[in-house]
């Protein structure tokens, strides 16, 4: 038996559901990160890319690559990550306007899929361009120690990397998501990571105090406003903390 045609949701002209638009910029930035949340939270490859995509970033500050090697990784990574949620989408538009089985909807799924895996094997090969003659390097010499990255390099590094950890925390603990409130507190942990900063760049006692002190007054500012719970707060701080001091300790 040939499959039948592929099935559609129509409606008559003028009395179909009017298209929903993005209002404003900030809208828009809110309907985005519902569909990248929502894509994490339900395709796991899309969730092995993006951690594999972090312990990559991770490896390459730590093996000290340059920038225009780091812009084209992070190129490479995203191109992925973007195939994927592609595919997620493609996917999703296909079980709506095609709920049996058709050869078609087939073919469109597989040719999607297709494209995530051509993206997976390019970053393959550029990691192998990328890493091979760092890692050589470092395995014939275990006691060379490349050149320190300056501080605020360092700094500029863990304030990302802190604002990316609490965007995936408040993706995964907060329902529905929100940028503002939610587990953790963003502003805590970014204030925090500064203040852990100034610290371990050797600001001294005296500024080192003042940046905790500031940092504090920022926790303390997201309490008095009800945005966020002591919980939340803490959260955010012992984040901050963690990943500035880690990102000093491994990559400094």
């Not at 559901?17 to 910029?25: D, E, G, M």
Request: charged share 10%; hydrophobic share 60%; glycine share 8%.
């Amino acid at each position: 038996m040939r499959p039948g045609p592929v099935s559609a949701v129509a409606f008559p002209e003028g009395q179909g559901p009017a298209p929903r638009r993005a209002r404003s910029v900030a809208e828009s930035f809110r309907f985005a990160t519902a569909g990248l949340v929502h894509a994490l939270r339900t395709q796991r490859n899309l969730r092995i890319h993006f951690l594999l995509a972090l312990l990559v970033m991770v490896l390459a500050l730590a093996v000290r690559l340059s920038r225009l090697e780091l812009a084209v990784l992070v190129l490479t990574v995203a191109v992925v990550l973007v195939a994927e949620l592609v595919n997620t989408a493609v996917e999703a538009a296909v079980d709506l306007f095609s709920p049996q089985l058709h050869d078609l909807a087939r073919i469109a799924k597989n040719v999607a899929a297709g494209a995530v895996m051509v993206s997976a094997i390019g970053a393959v090969v550029v990691g192998i361009l990328l890493f091979y003659q760092p890692l050589m390097a470092v395995l014939a010499h275990p006691s060379a120690v490349p050149a320190r990255h300056s501080q605020s390099y360092l700094t500029l590094v863990g304030t990302s990397l802190t604002l990316l950890f609490t965007w995936a925390g408040k993706s995964w603990l907060t329902r529905p998501v929100r940028l503002a409130g939610g587990m953790p507190s963003g502003h805590s942990a970014v204030a925090w990571a500064l203040a852990t900063a100034i610290y371990l760049a050797g600001a001294g006692p005296w500024l080192s105090l003042i940046g905790a002190v500031l940092a504090g007054l920022v926790a303390e500012s997201r309490l008095e406003a009800g945005l966020h719970d002591v919980w939340e707060v803490a959260a955010g701080a012992a984040l901050g903390v963690g990943v500035m001091a880690g990102v000093f300790l491994l990559l400094g």
